[in-house]
């Protein structure tokens, strides 16, 4: 379990919201196009939580308009998104290594 939540947090994960009147369907077409997702949680009637790795957001989106589903990001977790947010300090980082 450690190796596996390390390998998501390498890879980078988003959480996200799906709302709509076909998430089931939503959910099942995800799982026919083998889109790994995990974490998935009803908040209240038609909107859903969930989690999927950074590589299938595309893939996500063409799925949502199929459904008539609205996805919404709520977070990015993750080396990719650590290094997109300190792509232009590269001499705090520099430090924080060397000290």
Known sequence: MF???AYKFVVGYIEIQAEGYFVERFLN???NR???IWDVKRKYDGV???KINNYDIN???EIA???KTNITIVKKNGIPHIASL???RKVFILICILA
């Open 3 to 5: 190796l596996q939540g």
């Open 29 to 31: 077409l995800c799982l």
């Open 34 to 36: 083998k889109i790994e």
């Open 48 to 50: 859903i939580a969930l």
């Open 59 to 61: 893939n996500i989106y």
């Open 65 to 67: 308009d199929n459904t």
């Open 86 to 88: 300190y792509k232009k």
